[in-house]
């Protein structure tokens, strides 16, 4: 027995044999932590801390707003309070030493280590943090409906159990929070993201069903854990985005999160940023134990409910009439549908999954269609747009070139194309000349089509707004609500799913992306397809490769304008795709020797290689070799287009 006991106790103090914690807890971030539970438990919308933006230990003074004082009066309070102690460390930064008590305490927050240099930088990270003790008290007591089902959805896809508690930083626990910036719901979706795995229409905004929403949140996070390995990036990568977290790792050659919220440089990679994984582990600290914190409250009970799936479409004053429920019920349990289908305007949708009150009748879809007389479901459409062609399942080139006139000739050299029998479901290929001909397209895909882009582009001027000018510091609780419902104020830039890095590098070169040809290149860049080729000793005709080198020419348009053009066509293809498919979950698949680029795209028609290429922006899919392990994203076509 004690030989069983002395080996039990040497494996576990064996490195590699002890157990990791999935939601490691980095001593040196706990400074950053400690803070944030300040923040989260010690003060309420009605205080703020002056504080240096960087050392989260240096609190100059917490500001105490009287009840009732104008925003603006907490403003003049707040930059009166900011100037004094940039002028205190102006002055202690130039060597000089205190002049009064005052000055005194200002400099013993600082180390005696710290160098003229650093108080210097200090006079511009000076920084205002509102309180949020009572908005997340808020949060912790609305949790209790969703708790359930969120652990539910966790477990289901083996994903850490605290990631629970990640809504109490993005809208404390509030399913009707709405941003400046468009993102919404539970989970703080915006449309682009949420598109892929949710409906987003004139209809429905699924983002604003806890239930729903959750269920895209637990895939977009396990999206982000198999792009970056490790759950510090993947949740910071929730409000960076995967291909800022991906830059991040890559420029620091490290996954090290302290490394990396310390050291890395990045216009976008701002305080949000830098504190959004200590505020997440701040708010699990008090989640974990809230009656240390706030003592006792009473949360709100876990909803019941019963779902049935509509097979046709129906008027919601039918359906009211026939489950015999009142209006403000299913209105309550039916967050998602929008004010058209209740004003009578548009039916809900089919494919719907329709939350009825819990007990009484039991309503299947069968019964519930006989009683409403839903109407038939809508034909299936294709998808045309403008100068390109989505391929469709069934497709041929060579009937792809007699529905749009175009050559197939020309197809294939202004695709790139090697083999005119190697296209795939959900393809782009651009047609010879812009406006050349193409088919007709349903109207209700064209304008589900044409938001869908709109929105994409609207997402990313909002982006750029938001990276040039970023929000003011609220004061208050109504101006931190307004500005993001998130408890990271700051947090004003939209963020795509995408992992793919579309930036160009240092050497003047880009990584090859999915879908991409050297005519976009040439177009982006203001340049003949000629010159690229010769820049890089590429032959007429010859393909450019997936994830290979490529260098380019800025003689004509700068790096930013390029890496604008490129994202900006990235975006309107994905927002054309997302359109009409969804993401629905992953598999993954070890390859075998036969297995190639193509015959992983076969598994599943609709899934474009650009999007495999998001999922596995790592793999050389150039050189598959046999044992590596490909996440494949299950996609299927939207029930209501």
């Not at 949060?139 to 969120?150: K, Q, S």
């Not at 809230?290 to 046709?312: C, I, N, R």
């Not at 989505?390 to 790139?416: F, M, S």
């Not at 890496?563 to 993401?583: K, M, P, S």
Request: with cysteine; net charge neutral; hydrophobic share 40%.
């Amino acid at each position: 027995m004690k030989f069983l006991l002395a080996l039990l106790l040497l494996c576990v103090s064996l490195p590699g044999i002890a157990a990791t914690p999935a939601i490691p807890r980095p001593l040196e971030l706990q400074p950053d932590v400690d803070f944030w539970i300040r923040v989260y438990s010690g003060i309420s919308t009605d205080a703020g801390f002056i504080h240096d933006q960087r050392d989260l230990r240096v609190v100059y003074e917490t500001l105490q707003f009287a009840p009732g004082i104008a925003p603006r009066q907490r403003q003049a309070l707040v930059d009166e309070a900011r100037k004094r102690y940039q002028d205190m460390l102006r002055y202690l930064s130039g060597g000089g030493s205190p002049r009064n008590a005052e000055e005194q305490r200002v400099r013993d927050l600082w180390p005696a280590t710290a160098s003229p240099a650093r108080l210097a930088q200090a006079v511009d990270d000076v920084r205002f943090q509102l309180g949020q003790s009572d908005r997340f008290l808020e949060g912790l007591r609305r949790a209790g409906t969703w708790e359930a089902h969120i652990a539910q959805t966790l477990a289901g896809l083996g994903l850490p159990p605290e990631i629970a508690a990640l809504p109490h930083v993005e809208s404390s626990f509030n399913p009707a929070a709405y941003s400046k910036v468009g993102a919404a719901g539970l989970w703080q979706f915006m449309r682009s993201t949420g598109r892929r795995f949710l409906r987003i229409d004139a209809t429905v905004d699924e983002r604003m069903d806890p239930f729903r929403a959750t269920e895209a949140a637990a895939q977009l996070l396990s999206y982000n854990y198999r792009v970056l390995g490790n759950w510090p990036l993947a949740l910071t990568a929730y409000n960076h985005g995967a291909e800022g977290m991906r830059r991040a790792r890559d420029q620091m050659g490290t996954d090290d999160i302290v490394r990396i919220v310390r050291e890395h440089s990045s216009p976008s990679f701002g305080f949000a940023s830098r504190n959004f994984y200590v505020s997440f582990l701040a708010a699990l600290t008090i989640d974990r134990d809230p009656g240390k914190y706030f003592g006792e409250f009473a949360t709100e009970p876990e909803a019941h409910f019963q779902e049935v799936e509509l097979s046709a479409t129906a008027s919601m004053a039918a359906i009211e009439k026939a489950v015999g429920a009142p209006r403000a019920e299913l209105r309550k349990l039916n967050p998602a549908l929008l004010a058209a289908v209740w004003n009578g305007s548009r039916p809900v949708p089919r494919g719907y999954r329709l939350r009825l009150p819990a007990g009484g009748e039991t309503w299947s879809a069968e019964l519930l269609t006989r009683r409403i007389g839903g109407a038939p479901p809508p034909p299936t459409v294709t998808l045309d747009r403008g100068s390109y062609y989505v391929v469709q399942r069934g497709d041929t080139l060579e009937g792809i070139a007699k529905q749009t006139g175009v050559p197939i000739g020309n197809l294939l050299a202004r695709n790139t194309l090697r083999d005119q029998n190697y296209i795939y479901e959900g393809q782009r290929l651009q047609l010879a000349a812009a406006g050349g001909a193409t088919t007709a397209e349903p109207p209700a895909t064209r304008a589900a089509t044409a938001a869908a882009v709109g929105e994409a582009a609207a997402e990313t001027a909002r982006a750029g707004v938001a990276a040039t000018a970023p929000p003011a510091e609220p004061v208050s609780a109504a101006e931190a609500s307004e500005q993001s419902p998130t408890l990271v104020p700051g947090t004003a830039m939209p963020v795509s799913a995408d992992a793919i890095d579309y930036a160009v590098q240092a050497n003047d070169t880009i990584r090859v992306a999915a879908a991409e040809t050297i005519g976009h290149y040439a177009d982006w860049l203001g340049l003949s397809a000629a010159r690229l080729r010769e820049l890089n000793g590429l032959r007429f005709g010859a393909p450019v490769l997936l994830g290979r080198a490529l260098k380019l020419d800025f003689s004509r348009v700068d790096r930013a304008q390029f890496e604008q053009r490129r994202r900006a066509w990235h975006q309107q293809l994905q927002a054309e795709y997302f359109a009409v498919n969804r993401i629905t979950g992953t598999e993954v698949y070890v390859t075998r020797r036969s297995d190639s680029l193509w015959s992983l795209t076969q598994r599943n028609a609709r899934m474009p290689i650009w999007l495999l290429q998001q999922y596995n922006p790592d793999v050389d899919f150039n050189a598959l070799r046999p044992g590596t392990q490909i996440v494949l994203p299950r996609v299927e076509a939207r029930p209501d287009v």
